[in-house]
């Protein structure tokens, strides 16, 4: 089974920074798709952030240019460095792989959340 750890969350005023990181452990045959999401109370869980193995990055407008998702595939492992923060950006960030467990087959795994939160 693969499991997903995430650590880096915490309170921050507006314009501060926070990192994320996430460590994918188990049976991991290579890592397709790294990436981040968040949910907002009330509202649905949205992409923020994706890199694929071969490094293509993929963002969510609204924090392009103040995001930047990172990885190591040797490690098993990427990060999420958010500056300028916003209220906006409060959430729980989830982290997210796409995984391939055996040759042929690839499952989708979640990390447990973190929360992100931004207050004046």
């Known amino acids: 089974q693969v499991q997903l750890l995430e650590s880096g969350g915490g309170v921050v005023h507006p314009g501060g920074s926070l990192r994320l990181s996430c460590a994918a452990s188990?049976?991991?045959?290579?890592?397709?798709?790294m990436g981040w999401y968040r949910q907002a109370p009330g509202k649905e869980r949205e992409l923020v952030a994706t890199i694929t193995n071969s490094g293509f990055t993929n963002y969510k407008d609204s924090v392009k240019g103040r995001f930047t998702i990172a990885r190591d595939s040797a490690k098993n492992t990427w990060n999420l460095q958010m500056n300028s923060l916003q209220l906006e950006d409060t959430a729980t960030y989830y982290c997210?792989?796409?995984?391939?467990?055996?040759?042929?087959?690839?499952?989708?795994?979640w990390g447990q959340g973190t929360q992100v939160t931004v207050s004046s």
């Open positions: 188990g049976v991991i045959f290579r890592i397709n798709v």
């Open positions: 997210y792989g796409d995984i391939r467990t055996t040759l042929t087959l690839s499952y989708n795994f």
